[in-house]
């Protein structure tokens, strides 16, 4: 038997901004607040579902450096272009992790600061369905 991930879990300055902005990203919904966090997942799915859900917990301690790890991105229903326009609209900004600019993604930073990427395709591992 092995694990799974269920859920992934962020420190947010503001738990409700950060949940819309990922909502909006992922095409997620809210599926519960408790003492202050969010937690967000996709629809008809809760915890433990098939997906992980994202929790953001409130902090007051800022965002401190590059991340040690970040969320990776890619388009379902547009090419990458006509999705960066979409993520920027949403609130995304372009971010500078040390990139050359010619990677076939875009390092982009949450409403908060947080790193994630756009791809520009999905490659399944050798063997995936």
Not at 15 to 26: D, G
Not at 65 to 78: E, Q
Request: net charge negative; proline share 11%; charged share 25%.
């Amino acid at each position: 038997m092995a694990c799974r991930i269920s859920e992934l879990v962020m420190d947010s300055r503001d738990p409700e901004r950060l949940a819309a902005f990922w909502c909006e990203v992922l095409g997620y919904v809210v599926h519960d607040r408790i003492e202050g966090s969010v937690r967000i997942g996709p629809p008809g799915s809760g915890f433990g579902g098939p997906w992980p859900t994202i929790a953001f917990n409130p902090t007051n301690h800022p965002k401190a450096g590059k991340l040690p790890l970040h969320i990776d991105v890619n388009p379902t229903d547009r090419d990458q272009a006509g999705e960066l326009d979409r993520l920027l609209a949403l609130g995304a900004r372009p971010a500078d992790v040390g990139q050359s600019g010619d990677e076939p993604w875009h390092v982009l930073a949450d409403p908060e600061g947080n790193e994630f990427c756009l791809l520009r395709e999905r490659l399944d591992p050798v063997g995936a369905p």
